[in-house]
């Protein structure tokens, strides 16, 4: 196979300028741009970047290879290419990439880390320039006329000296035979007219329509229908099943059993699903050392007496805090989370005797098709794999376990059939944002000065625990994406330790929404509040004082706190709360204004966000991305959480996991910083600093420290 | 199974089902009308709302029996060109993120403005709290509905 992620790029145009009718331009720009070097290699740096095609009728395509999962990565990274090439929008067409080696190279791991625009960036940029370079090549040819005459704008070529004009269209056939340029120019950023400016999302028209599609609505002849009773209990299994009553339900086809549950197939969705009622089954609890989360907390807090893992170590904290004046301590919980995405897990599958398609709302198209060919023994390139709009994904769709059911199903029924998960399954059979518990301790003088800085995180592992399938004993194991935000803490303080106590338990954990950073920030973000409170100075001058070195936190911090009018006069009532973190590149600070009533429920009014996440590409979807993490991030500071009884996830539907809701929802204003760093994520770095903001607003409102999460009113009633 | 003649986006159909299959799974399975979404099941989310009459109803709740002779109208009846004022005032807002709630949203404003051309936060706050948005598109909702409703009264 590593041959074929090699397509040598003279042949690779002609097969493909000679297949169409217009100029399809695939490319293979190396890392380090250095063709010759990566061309007598075999070629893992090798990732072809982007599809650029241009029509005879001047239609534009252009294709992404990321996931749209609401992120906006339909919209934000087309436009990075339009920019170089300087392309007219509205003639651009967006589709999704087929899953193949072209557009995913070997070892792609998915959208999501907020990468996407991050990654895309430089290559993108690339794509652009050298398709733009390539069309005024052909016009320069075509008119035989020097290129550096010719002037691309808005999807035509211009021969200033005579006035002649060529579109982009009328050069398709003349630009398919040029050769690749070895380099080209990018634009100087004072020129970008694309970039940093709204421009309306290409999905949107189809998203108010009604014809987005999704994999739920994938529609296939003789198609059927099918759920899975899954055991609900953590590490059980099935006893008996009893499907007698089931099989009699009109419509029922079949029921079996696959790795994972019940399947019950049915003419229709409804026929399925009432089979799947009638079932019978009973259960195997199997055994379970920690069956519900107070043992589970119970487990994390024994674990934190316990040595950790050193994941930071600056200077020397034991005896910083030996000399300090004083010690301040605190503990603070947060819960299991779902991700609760609108869409259910869902995917179509087609297995035939020779070849398999998915339709799939997938992050990780690579690795559906992988499992695909193994489970099916097909080579990859018989398996074809069509992502879908996503409905959501928010790191869940990451696992592509609801394939691999799918497939199973399919392969069993030698049928196209439709597995959906109903909400239920959903939010029971979720990969949890792991529940955590962490031990922060800080030496102060009485001078003001802050010397040591402690944090012990105690977490199960996501890489460590089920998601490779091999269960790393409870050791101290450094798993360093545990402490991401933990171990960056920007404060400077002279002696600082981290460290991170694994504590897994049989819960499935994985990604959600910013990762451990929701976590880490919380405890850090409450706890440099706690300090402010110890020391008497004002929450955000203290972080400034101890920012002086990170120019980037202090300008976000400054601006939201001006922005939200922070220290001055507010509404009667009202109480505000700071915070400021960095994570996935990009330096975000929130001030949240808030009251709390008589019943001690939390009402938040105003959210003010200041971002810098480098070279803004499209500041309206930086805005939606802003405004989205916080709502995630409130509904789990306020609302839901995700609890284990009797060895099984407790909430079931939205009326026991409840998430924000339209009368909840704050004002929030987003500012961004201008910035010609390289832009880096937004699909999450909103999402960390709004807890402790809120929680920090509610000390000012109440008195009361909240360590743990979600905020219980009952806590809170004066 | 029985047969059930319905009224959906102006047109006459006649679907064979279990009297009490809920709408939203006629829709899907049989009309293949897929711009109404599953979301809960339970009348909890939004994602499957229509119009029923006129007024905005759960169809993962409404059982085909009950709205046999109804008058039934789906985003994808909502308009012929995806230009009702309340879709139009959506793309103008860039509203939607994934999108997956989107027609459920719409469905739900649309009723809201029908009844009440002129709501303040209080209304439209009630009104829309029937429905979810993962994503947290709901200040953009809101600047929709006012948006639309602006341009309803004009119209
Ligand atoms: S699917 Fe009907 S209300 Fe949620
Ligand atoms: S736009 Fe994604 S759930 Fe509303």
Redesign the interface.
Known sequence: MPNKVFINRRDFIKTISTAGTGLVIGFYLPFKNNLQAAESKSTIEFIPNIWVSVNPDNQVTLTVSES?????VWTSLPMIIAEEMELDWTKVKVVQAPVDEYYFGRFDMGTGGSASVRTSWEKLRNAGAVAKDMLLEAAASEWSVAKNECNADSGYITHQPTGKKLSYGELTRKAASIEIPESVKLKDPNEFRIIGT?L??T????????????A??V?LPDMV?AFIERCPYFGGKIKAVDDRDARNV?GVLDIFEIETGIAVVGL???AALQGRKNLRITWDKGSNKYPDSGSIYKFFKNRSKKRGAKGRSDGNVKRALKNADTVVDAVYEVPFQAH?????MNCVVDYRSDHCQVWAPTQSPKDAQKRVGKMTGFPIDKVKINVT??????GRRAFNDFVDEGVEVSMYMKKPVKL?W??EDDMQHDFYRPASRHVLKAGLMKDGQTIAWSHSVVAPSILFGQMFKYPIPFKDKLDVVALAGAKEVAYEIPNINVDYKSANTNIPVGWWRSVYDSQNAYANECFVDELAQTLNVDPVQYRLQLLKKSPRHTKVLQLSAKEAGWGKDIEKDHYQGVSCHASFGTYVAQVAEVSVDNEGVVHVHRVVCAVDCGQPVSP?TIK?QM??????GLSATLNGEITIENGAVKQS???EFE?????Q?P??DVHIINSSEAPSGVGEPGLPPIAPAVTNAVFAATGIRVRKLPIKPENLRS | ?ASFLIYINGEKRQVK??GN??LL?VL???L???????????G??G?CTVHIDGEAKRSCITAIENVAGSDIT???G??KD?NHPV?KA??AE??????????GQ?MTAVALLSRNPDPDEDD???A??M????????????KGIIKAAKEMKNA
């Not at chain 1, 609760?340 to 259910?344: G, V």
């Not at chain 1, 998430?659 to 009368?663: E, Q």
């Not at chain 2, 293949?32 to 339970?42: I, V």
């Open positions: 749209e999962m609401g992120q906006g709204d309306p999302r999905d949107t028209p189809l998203k108010v329509n009604g014809t987005a599609q999704y739920m609505d529609d229908y009109n229709s969705t409804w609760a995405t609108m869409e259910p709009f996503l409905g959501g994904g928010f959906i109903t909400r309206t939606a405004e989205g993490s916080i709502v995630y539907n939205f009326h998430v924000l809701r339209m009368d929802m004002k929030i | 199974m089902v279990d299959t809920p799974w899907r399975d049989n293949k009308l897929t711009g109404t979404k599953y979301g809960c099941g339970r909890l989310c994602a789906t985003i994808e909502l308009s995806g879709q959506w793309v860039d509203v939607p993120q994934c999108g997956y709630c989107q027609s719409i439209i706050n009630s829309m709290k429905n979810i948005c993962r994503c947290g598109t709901y200040n953009r909702i809101r």
